[in-house]
Structures are given as structure tokens and as C-alpha cells.
């Protein structure tokens, strides 16, 4: 019998050595290449009216981990921040100080190797910091089923322990937001609209100091909204706060400025029995202010019958008076339409330009 118990402690202590000796995996280990954490990070609600402790004694209640080959418990789960003086991941230190909204805030865990497993020679090599995990490709870490390549890791060898931490925040995507403004006119300066409200899902309203805001045109570039046409602006949590909200306004086009005024030209009654005469617009009429491409259409001459004595060009404007024309005083009322463009609708304006054939 004590043989047998003398038997059975010795491999006890050889498949414990397995897992708690680093670098000492043995040919039947299992390598651990996926963590798995599963958390109500929403329900953490980071917030200045909670001190880190608060935090931490909420991450005990509602979060864990179901990692195939590795176990922790809750005394080795623990709430980070990124320490800008030290420019890396630091521990609280005894968890009275208010959560700091512009702060970088992390959920750390402890994981250790359960018998018969281990970490790869890779991971192992994650000894003098927390290291991104992107620079390790076959190790991946998950939070609530959804992988995370934002995540650190530090494996620590004189345990055979990996730490794993990954940021947190409160994440304002499913909150609410609104413009104060959400239609403007185009009038060639830019159009920011300021931000009515932004609240998380739970209510709580957030201020400036929260978050930034930037804007898109539509096609999803980062612009100065100037152009008239549709744009987001892309409002982005910051500090204890991730995530964004798009909220969309529209910049209007203008009313086309254009001004059209008739003018008044003599023909000379013997030039006009020998040749029709022409005039470009600049001598019959004058427009300002036109925005788009011109166009133009005759609609009337005083004294109908003489109608057939003119015609307007619909793309030069250019009038035409054939000849054999009386004598006498004509007017032509005319429309002008300057098709607009980018920034500026269409519009018409009709004007009356009188041809006196003397």
C-alpha cells in the first residue's frame, strides 16, 4: 500500500511539473493557442462617480473565463490603466482614486495551464512587457466570442502564467445622439452642425471633453463640409468612452444669383435689305451672376406677325434679324436659364431686348 501511494505521488508531481515548469512542456502537452474571456463589459459602466476599486470588485461579479487548458480565479483579475508617464500598462495601485474619464483603462486576467497543457515558445518569449498581441500570430484572444487584436499579453516564467489584459471602455454605439442643426444652405463657408446630445444606452449624457467629432462627405471621406450635398458627422468616444455614432445632415443648394436685363441696338434699315444681321448677347442684353451653362429661348416679338424676322440661338444666345425687315421698334422677350451646378440650382430669368431698325 505504500508503495502504491509512494507511485501515485510521484506522478502527481510529474504531471504538475508539466504545466508549472516553464519550458518544460512535455511531448503529450497540448499548446494553448486561443484565451477566452466572457464579461459584461457594459454593465462595468466605467464612470467618474466610481473609484477604480468599485470597478474591480464589478469585474469579480461579471466576468470569467472558459478557456480550454487554462483556469484563474477571481484574485488574479484585476483592473489596468495605460500609465502615460511610464508609457506602458500599469496596475491600480489601491484603487481609491476616482475613474479618470481621459484615462486608457484595461481587464487583466491571469491564466496558469491546467495539467496535460502549455503555452507555446512563442508566447513565452512575451517576458519584458505587456506586448501586443498582433506579434504573435497563432495565439489569439476572444471577449465574449469576438477576437480581439487590441489585446496585450505578458507571460510570466517562473509561473508558467500568462497575463492577458484588453482596453476597455463604455461603449456609446447603441447610445443616442443628436444634431443641433441638420439642414443648411450652401453660402461657400463650412457647415459644422454642434452636437445637441450624446448619451450612452443607459442615459447617461456625455459631454465634449467625451468624445470628437469629424465629418464625412458621401463617399466616407474626411472633409470640411463646404460642398453642397449629403454628410456624417462622426461623433467618437474618448478616454473611458469607445465607439461612435453617425448622424447625417445635408448642406442645400443655393438659389441661382443670376440677373438678366435687356438691352437696346439699332440696325440700319439698308444693311438689312441686303443681309440678315446678327448680335451676340454682350450687345442685346446683359446677365450676372449665372451659375451653370446658359441657355436661352425666344418666347415673343412684339407684333407677332413679324416673329419670323427673329430667332435666338438656344446654346449662344446670339439674335438673328433677317432681312427685309421694316422699319420700326421690335421687342423680344427672351428667357435665360442658367442650369446651376454643384452648389447652385437652376433658374430662369426673362428679360426684353429691343431691336430698333432705323
Known sequence: ??????????????????????????????????????????ELHLSPALTEFDVRMRLYKRCGTYTDGAYFDTANLSLFYWNEIYNQIYGIEDGSKQIDENRQYFIAY???????????????????????????PSFNAYVNGKIRKDAYIKYFPGHNRLWVVIPVANDISDGSASLAKTAFTYDG???????????????????????????????????????????????????????SIKRSFTIKKASNPITAKGKTVTAKKAALDQKNLTYKPAKTMTIKNAQGKLTYKLLSVTN???????????????????????????????????????????????????????
Open 304 to 358: 407677332s406677325k413679324y416673329r419670323k424676322y427673329f430667332s435666338v440661338n438656344t446654346k449662344t444666345g446670339v439674335i438673328t434679324v433677317k432681312k427685309g425687315l421694316n422699319r420700326g421698334t421690335y421687342r423680344l422677350k427672351i428667357k435665360v436659364t442658367a442650369a446651376g451646378n454643384t452648389n447652385y440650382n437652376s433658374a430662369s430669368k426673362e428679360l426684353t431686348a429691343t431691336i430698333k431698325v432705323a
Open 110 to 136: 491571469s491564466l496558469q495551464c491546467e495539467v496535460g497543457y502549455d503555452w507555446s515558445e512563442e508566447v513565452k518569449t512575451a517576458v519584458a512587457d505587456f506586448v501586443p498581441i498582433t506579434g504573435f
Open 189 to 243: 463657408t463650412v457647415k459644422k452642425p454642434g452636437i445637441k446630445s450624446v448619451s450612452l444606452s443607459d442615459g447617461t449624457a456625455l459631454t465634449s471633453k467625451n468624445y470628437t467629432v469629424s465629418w464625412l462627405d458621401a463617399g466616407g471621406t474626411k472633409v470640411a463640409p463646404k460642398s453642397a450635398g449629403k454628410y456624417q458627422a462622426v461623433i467618437k468616444g474618448k478616454g473611458i468612452y469607445t465607439g
Open 1 to 42: 500500500m505504500k508503495r502504491r501511494k509512494m507511485f501515485l505521488s510521484v506522478l502527481l508531481t510529474i504531471m504538475i511539473l508539466q504545466c508549472i515548469l516553464p519550458g518544460k512542456a512535455f511531448a503529450a502537452d497540448q499548446i494553448i493557442n486561443t484565451v477566452s474571456l466572457h464579461c459584461g463589459i457594459k
